[in-house]
C-alpha cells in the first residue's frame, strides 16, 4: 500500500509540473502514471487502476507505457477477448505484437492463450512463417479442443517450410505432448484433416512408444503413409 501511496502523490505533482511545462513534462506524468496503475493491479486494487487507466486518452492505452496495465486490467476484469477483438479490428493501429509479447508472460494460462493467439496471427498475416508461430497457435488450437484447426496449421507450417522434415518433428512432438489424435495431415500436397483408424491401431500418438508414435505422424505429415 505504501508504494501505490508514494506513487500516488508523484502522480500529482507531476500533473502540476505538465501545467507548467507540458512539452517536457508530460513523457514523466506518463511514464509515473502507468507505474502507479501497474503497482495498484499488484496491490489487487482494480477499481482505483481502472480510474487511472480512464484518465489516458484512449489512443495512448495501446501505447509501450500502458499496454501492461491495461491487458491486466482486462485480464481482471474478464473483458480480455473484447480487446484482442478490438486489436484484429485496428489494423496498423493494434499494438506492436513484441510489447503484447512481453506483458504476456505475465498473464495468467487462459488469458496469456488469448494474447499470444492474436501475436501468432499476426506473424503470420505478415508473412512470418518460421515455425515457432505455427507451433504456438496450433498448441492453443489443440489446448482448446479445435484439433481441426490445430492441424490445418500444421499442415501449412509442412507446406512451406525450408525443413520439412525437422518441422515434421517438431508437429510429431506437439501432438505427443498433447496426447492427440495422430490425424493424417495430408498426401502429397492435398490437405486430408482426418482418417479413421483402423480396427485396433492406437488413437492416441500417446498410445505407442514415442519413436513410433513421431515416426508416424512423419509420415502422415510427408504423405508417404
Do not use: C
Not at 137 to 163: E, N
Not at 175 to 195: D, F, N, T
Not at 207 to 215: E, G, T, Y
Amino acid at each position: 500500500d505504501q508504494q501505490s501511496e508514494i506513487l500516488a502523490r508523484l502522480v500529482a505533482l507531476d500533473r502540476i509540473a505538465a501545467q507548467k511545462d507540458p512539452a517536457t513534462q508530460t513523457d514523466q506524468l506518463m511514464s509515473d502514471a502507468s507505474a502507479w496503475a501497474t503497482v495498484l493491479l499488484d496491490e489487487g486494487k482494480a477499481e482505483q487502476a481502472r480510474k487511472v487507466i480512464a484518465e489516458i486518452p484512449p489512443d495512448q492505452r495501446w501505447s509501450a507505457n500502458w499496454l501492461g496495465p491495461a491487458i491486466r486490467l482486462a485480464q481482471a476484469d474478464g473483458t480480455l477477448p473484447q480487446m484482442v477483438a478490438q486489436w484484429r479490428a485496428a489494423g496498423s493501429h493494434a499494438p506492436n505484437p513484441q510489447s503484447v509479447r512481453s506483458v504476456a508472460a505475465t498473464l495468467s494460462k487462459p488469458a496469456k492463450d488469448i494474447v499470444m493467439a492474436w501475436v501468432y496471427e499476426q506473424a503470420l498475416a505478415t508473412r512470418d512463417f518460421s515455425a515457432p508461430s505455427f507451433l504456438g497457435l496450433a498448441a492453443i488450437h489443440l489446448d482448446s479442443g479445435d484439433v481441426p484447426g490445430a492441424m490445418q496449421l500444421l499442415q501449412r507450417m509442412v507446406l512451406v517450410s525450408s525443413d520439412q522434415y525437422a518441422d515434421m518433428d517438431s508437429a510429431a512432438s506437439l501432438l505427443e505432448e498433447r496426447h492427440r489424435p495422430a490425424v493424417g495431415v495430408g498426401h502429397g500436397r492435398i490437405p486430408e484433416l482426418r482418417r479413421a483408424a483402423a480396427v485396433g491401431e492406437p488413437r492416441l500418438a500417446g498410445d505407442r512408444p514415442a519413436a513410433d508414435a513421431a515416426d508416424e505422424v512423419r509420415l502422415q505429415l510427408d504423405g508417404r503413409e
